[in-house]
């Protein structure tokens, strides 16, 4: 937890003090804050949503006297290069090329930036070799971020699921997102609801994908989700067994296995949710949901996907294509 987070769960605490107690300056004074400052709090959430009340990130000050950038970069690409050398001896290296820097800068900038130890910078540097030439070491399986590889021949083959807790809204109570992306075309499905989803909501929101991809001229053939209790309860597994749909389920704690969607909530949370949460307050389920569908019809048809699998094409592309081949 970053002192942001801490500062943020405070003020959330602080106003829901005072709206359980009905004593605003009872509740100020116990927290350690004006009122002047409750009240620009209280206005600033109902105005954009609790979102708002966390801190604003402020980047750090370029000082006169910092190392340049590219002073660094040259720094960081020896490193990955040479990444058996010590501080030192990078020191001695950039000094070659005409460049001034102390053995404990070098070594307080490698810190900073991951590539403190030569075991390290030596995992780092199989981890590019591994992504550039395929050549996998053991430091590169160790180090290497790139996630799961999840493939599908075309849409509809599998289409992975997952639950996104959206936040516990005033007035709406906590509310959740049940997502599915077509791991093919990227295509996404996302149905919000109030409460912890449970299996008839899982149910239900088979039930929704199947409509959606039918309208896009394809059908469910499989499954993939997490060990949540919504997934792995017996009636939604009743129903995909009745209609036929393969069921795949990742590893415990393991949810680079479904990175497909969850990469897409991340992407949904930073383009959708956020700046919607800064630019109004929502009062219903409906008002979520015309929100993300809003959103969701820019993401498929519109948005080009720059991932390494996408490569700038568009989901609704990609599945009319396949649809027109077939």
């Given at each position: 937890m970053t002192p942001n987070d801490v500062i943020y769960q405070r003020r959330v605490a602080l106003l829901a003090e005072a709206e359980r107690?009905?004593?605003?300056?009872?509740?100020?004074?116990?927290f350690g804050v004006s009122r002047t400052r409750y009240y620009e709090w209280k206005a600033r959430a109902e105005l954009y949503g609790l979102a708002a009340l966390m801190p604003k990130e402020r980047r750090r000050p370029q000082m006169s006297g910092a190392t340049p950038t590219h002073v660094l970069e040259e720094l960081l690409s020896l490193a990955v290069s040479r990444p058996t050398l010590g501080a030192r001896q990078f020191?001695?290296?950039?000094?070659?090329?005409?460049?001034?820097?102390?053995?404990?800068?070098?070594?307080?900038?490698?810190?900073?930036?991951?590539?403190?130890?030569?075991?390290?910078?030596?995992?780092?540097?199989?981890?590019?070799?591994?992504?550039?030439?395929?050549?996998?070491?053991?430091?590169?399986?160790?180090?290497?971020?790139?996630?799961?590889?999840?493939?599908?021949?075309?849409?509809?083959?599998?289409?992975?699921?997952d639950g996104f807790y959206i936040?516990?809204?005033?007035?709406?109570?906590?509310?959740?997102?049940?997502?599915?992306?077509?791991?093919?075309?990227?295509?996404?499905?996302?149905?919000?609801?109030?409460?912890?989803?449970?299996?008839?909501?899982?149910?239900?929101?088979?039930?929704?994908?199947?409509?959606?991809?039918?309208?896009?001229?394809?059908?469910?053939?499989?499954?993939?989700?997490?060990?949540?209790?919504?997934?792995?309860?017996?009636?939604?597994?009743?129903?995909?067994?009745a209609q036929g749909i393969d069921h795949v389920r990742i590893p415990p704690r393991s949810p680079n296995h479904n990175a497909v969607v969850e990469r897409f909530h991340q992407t949904m949370l930073n383009e959708c949710w956020r700046p919607a949460f800064h630019r109004r307050s929502f009062h219903s389920v409906k008002q979520?949901?015309?929100?993300?569908?809003?959103?969701?019809?820019?993401?498929?048809?519109?948005?080009?996907?720059?991932?390494?699998?996408?490569?700038?094409r568009i989901p609704g592309d990609m599945m009319s294509s396949r649809k027109k081949a077939a």
């Amino acid at each position: 937890m970053t002192p942001n987070d801490v500062i943020y769960q405070r003020r959330v605490a602080l106003l829901a003090e005072a709206e359980r107690s009905g004593n605003v300056a009872e509740t100020c004074r116990r927290f350690g804050v004006s009122r002047t400052r409750y009240y620009e709090w209280k206005a600033r959430a109902e105005l954009y949503g609790l979102a708002a009340l966390m801190p604003k990130e402020r980047r750090r000050p370029q000082m006169s006297g910092a190392t340049p950038t590219h002073v660094l970069e040259e720094l960081l690409s020896l490193a990955v290069s040479r990444p058996t050398l010590g501080a030192r001896q990078f020191a001695d290296a950039l000094l070659e090329r005409g460049f001034v820097l102390g053995k404990s800068s070098v070594q307080r900038h490698l810190v900073a930036n991951g590539l403190g130890t030569r075991a390290r910078r030596l995992a780092r540097a199989a981890a590019i070799v591994a992504a550039t030439t395929g050549l996998s070491t053991e430091a590169a399986r160790e180090e290497t971020p790139f996630g799961f590889c999840l493939f599908s021949p075309g849409p509809g083959h599998l289409v992975a699921v997952d639950g996104f807790y959206i936040g516990n809204l005033k007035g709406v109570g906590k509310v959740y997102q049940l997502t599915a992306v077509d791991v093919f075309s990227r295509f996404a499905f996302a149905w919000i609801i109030a409460g912890v989803p449970n299996a008839q909501m899982a149910v239900a929101f088979l039930a929704r994908i199947q409509r959606q991809l039918r309208a896009q001229g394809t059908t469910v053939r499989a499954v993939l989700s997490d060990n949540g209790p919504e997934w792995v309860s017996s009636d939604f597994r009743g129903v995909l067994a009745a209609q036929g749909i393969d069921h795949v389920r990742i590893p415990p704690r393991s949810p680079n296995h479904n990175a497909v969607v969850e990469r897409f909530h991340q992407t949904m949370l930073n383009e959708c949710w956020r700046p919607a949460f800064h630019r109004r307050s929502f009062h219903s389920v409906k008002q979520l949901q015309a929100e993300a569908d809003a959103w969701l019809l820019t993401y498929n048809f519109r948005r080009r996907n720059h991932g390494d699998y996408m490569r700038g094409r568009i989901p609704g592309d990609m599945m009319s294509s396949r649809k027109k081949a077939a």
